[in-house]
């Protein structure tokens, strides 16, 4: 897919971060939006925000991608007004981090519901109607650099993502007769919204060694343009893996090549992070 004028693009988590900017470089591109996030404020922003820079915004609907029901009811209406659609995106997600003693079940449920199950409810509406129109097309999946490396503290959100990535590469494969391509995009650090607001279980945010921690990871964000251009680059040139810096790129190609350093690099780090853990109350420890 080479040209993205007229091309009917939907794209969730559209309110805010990398799903605004990528809405508002898709439209740059000449693309006809479909919106969709939670964030009812935020995604009529980014509509105006597209509208005034001359892009068309087809349809745009606050909805919660991790409830199926609501995604299918809009998804009959997307395609009763306007038919299949010819990009799908799902960049819509939540982040949690934390120690397996720290997280509790309504963790692992949330991130699992929106970062796994609400691609999957996307992919199910929209896909099928995609494959039986016949003009070919692009999925994109948002995972992480945790969909591909053992980051500390990431045992939860790593299982979304590594979901995504195992979904994204089945299809890569089923969809291709299809002449559908699909993209995998594997962000490191992002300067967004959530990077100030992801939840660490445990872990008192305004320790200083946090903020620290925080600091350093702010630096070496890519900004969410950055991260919209290298999307639209990969829906080009239809590229499975769509790296945003090339820190992730060096550390996926170390993990696979070197597979203990590897080991102790990732055992190193995680000692590290483990110092920033309070002591564990051991008083209601069985005997």
């Not at 897919?1 to 898709?26: E, F, N, P, V």
């Not at 980014?46 to 915004?57: A, F, K, Q, S, W």
């Not at 045992?155 to 559908?180: C, N, P, Q």
């Not at 959530?194 to 900004?223: C, M, N, S, W, Y």
């Amino acid at each position: 897919m080479k040209d993205l004028t007229g091309r009917k693009c939907l794209i969730t988590g559209a309110a805010s971060g990398i799903g605004r900017a990528t809405a508002q470089t898709a439209a740059r591109a000449g693309a006809h939006l479909v919106l969709t996030d939670i964030a009812e404020a935020g995604l009529h922003e980014t509509v105006r925000l597209v509208e005034t820079g001359g892009g068309r915004v087809l349809a745009a609907q606050a909805l919660d991608v991790s409830d199926y029901d609501a995604v299918t009811a809009w998804a009959e209406r997307v395609h009763a007004d306007h038919g299949s659609l010819d990009v799908v995106m799902n960049i819509a997600g939540i982040s949690t981090w934390g120690t397996v003693e720290n997280l509790e079940h309504r963790h692992w449920r949330s991130i699992i519901d929106v970062n796994l199950m609400g691609p999957i409810h996307i992919i199910e509406n929209f896909l099928p109607p995609m494959v039986r129109a016949g003009r070919g097309g692009h999925l994109v999946n948002v995972s992480s650099a945790a969909g591909l490396l053992a980051l500390p503290w990431h045992a939860a959100y790593s299982a979304s993502k590594f979901g995504l990535r195992g979904v994204s590469e089945v299809l890569r494969f089923d969809l291709e007769r299809h002449g559908i391509g699909v993209s995998l995009v594997v962000p490191g650090a992002v300067r967004t919204p959530l990077v100030g607001t992801v939840q660490i279980v445990g872990v008192d945010r305004d320790d200083p060694r946090v903020r620290k921690l925080t600091g350093v990871f702010e630096g070496h964000a890519a900004t969410p343009e950055k991260v919209a251009d290298r999307i639209l680059a990969g829906i080009r040139r239809n590229r499975f893996l769509v790296y945003t810096s090339f820190d992730i790129r060096l550390g996926y190609w170390f993990a696979r090549k070197f597979a203990l350093p590897y080991e102790i690099a990732m055992r190193l780090a995680n000692r590290q992070f483990s110092k920033l853990l309070p002591e564990p109350d051991r008083t209601s420890a069985g005997a």
